[in-house]
């Protein structure tokens, strides 16, 4: 087995190249070049003979096998004697292969010395004139999907070949930088004549022409313009805010102070999904968000459970009740909801309906309430078969509250009333209409044409409040009749 020597080419002005790669390649007969698409090559071609590996990346469909092969090549070539294998920059810097030769090579007891030359990154460091005592992360333009993207720390990213793969950096970028935030393109760093830098922001990054090619990378300085994105990020902001440090408030509220924000936040969001808001639907949903991430760190601080424990088990929850998709069980869709039920009452160990009735929440809204227990019902076939018993049968209940009315009994005025309600769900249910939202539509259609009323009365000089009955049913009649809804 010979030995395989490992140079960096320096990053690519001839003049960086160390003495020790220089001695090493005049010294070589056989000297193999991962590519020679290197400025530093053109001045070296006179002085040595190589063999340019650039034919593998032709072969194979990514740069992962590229590597692959390129390494298992080196290899192989070590079995005929000693060998020069150069790299471009450092070879302990964004050099892929040299971590795979190296432990190709350890198991099969093949020595090997890497010579190191200047980096691209030293290089990029100094032509942008900075420090980089304050810690910086290099990443892969290749690797960028896996990798950990820390705002608080400036980032070099490497091998920015074209403009696609800018545009995929900045898709990627975009979610924890702001769009505005400022980027270097640098190209050609530590080639005298080739250097050159352009400042851009994130959002255009894809957008500069010509500007990419083997020799391109990008440098995010460290920035406060980030993007919270994550859960994560709010979970540590809630446990800031409910430490010993953080917000008076935050720290005094329990699961049960907390009732009604959610309640008052989902009613919230219904109204930006009605106003066909999307800005503000965003805004409810996060409202809602931090909710839950504020009943989890409650959770966690008393010890009976935390986010991880609730995700597990919505998603246990989720693949468990619906086997048609994740255990590729056949399931008929006409009966989807029954067997949803079924699957509920099994993860509830239930044994009965009325269990299931008795589990509907006591806090819903009364007209919601109802429709889901006429609904559960109706999944075990309690129900009317035509709609025309359930008109029948609000006029029964209709008449049954007159006659209380006319009898002067208060107890049973309220409970027919209720049957009444009831049985208008019913009805409602039959024409596929949200009761809750019917009446919801109502009550603002009462609150235009009231509003109607009391300015025409006021463009008249007078007050509804001095108006006879007939006078005000005659703004009524013209608020409809206008068709204010």
């Known amino acids: 087995m010979g030995k395989i020597k490992i140079v960096g080419l320096g990053p690519g ?74 790299v471009p920059g450092h070879p302990r810097v964004a050099e892929r292969t040299v971590s795979i030769i190296e432990s190709m090579a350890k198991e099969k007891g093949i020595e090997v010395e890497t010579i190191a030359s200047m980096s691209f990154v030293d290089a990029m460091f100094n032509y942008l004139a900075i420090d980089p005592a304050d810690g910086f992360k290099l990443v892969d333009a290749f690797e960028i999907e896996n990798a950990y993207i820390d705002t608080n720390t400036s980032m070099i990213i490497t091998q920015i070949y074209d403009s696609f793969i800018a545009s995929n950096i900045k898709l990627k970028l975009m979610e924890y930088y702001d769009y505005d935030q400022e980027v270097c393109i ?187 227990i006429q609904h559960k019902a109706s999944l075990v076939g309690f129900d009317w078969d035509k709609i025309e018993d359930v008109i029948k049968k609000i006029e029964e209940e209709y008449k049954e509250l007159l006659d209380e009315c006319e009898a002067g009994n208060i107890k049973y005025i309220k409970e027919e009333l209720g049957d009444l309600l009831f049985s208008i769900v019913n009805l409602a249910r039959f024409l596929k209409i949200d009761p809750e939202e019917a009446l919801n539509c109502t009550s603002q259609k009462f609150i235009n044409r009231f509003e109607f009323m009391e300015k025409s009365a006021m463009n008249s000089n007078k007050k509804l409040e001095n108006m006879t009955l007939e006078e005000q049913d005659e703004l009524w009649n013209k608020a409809k009749s206008n068709k204010i809804n």
């Open 13 to 86: 002005d001839y003049s960086l190249i160390s003495q020790g790669a220089l001695e090493a390649l005049q010294s070589s007969s056989r000297i193999f070049l991962r590519t020679e698409k290197h400025p530093t090559v053109d001045k070296l071609k006179e002085t040595i003979k190589y063999t340019s590996l650039d034919y593998f990346y032709d072969k194979e469909e990514n740069f992962e096998d590229v590597y692959g092969k390129i390494s298992e090549f080196v290899i192989d070539l070590s079995k005929e004697g000693d060998l020069v294998y150069a």
């Open 186 to 372: 640098v190209n050609g760093a530590g080639v005298k004549n080739l250097e050159s830098k352009k400042y851009v922001l994130l959002h255009e990054l894809d957008r500069i022409e010509n500007k990419f090619d083997y020799l391109s990378s990008l440098y995010i300085p460290k920035s406060s313009k980030r993007m919270y994105n994550t859960v994560h990020e709010l979970e540590k902001i809630m446990s800031t805010l409910r430490s010993p440090s953080g917000c008076d408030w935050d720290k005094k509220q329990t699961h049960e102070s907390l009732k009604k924000y959610l309640i008052e936040e989902s009613y919230e969001l219904c109204q930006a999904i009605d106003n066909d808001d999307i800005d503000e639907m965003i805004e409810e949903l996060g409202d809602i968000l931090l909710q839950v991430i504020f009943h989890c760190q409650i959770g966690e601080e008393e010890g009976f459970f935390d986010l991880k424990e609730v995700v597990n088990g919505i998603c246990t929850k989720l693949i468990h009740r619906h086997p048609h998709v994740f255990n590729n069980e056949d399931i008929d869709m006409e009966t989807f909801e029954r067997t949803w039920e079924q699957l509920k009452q099994e993860e509830k160990g239930e044994t009965n309906i009325t269990e299931g009735l008795k589990r509907i929440p006591a806090h819903l809204p009364a007209l919601i309430k109802a429709e889901k």
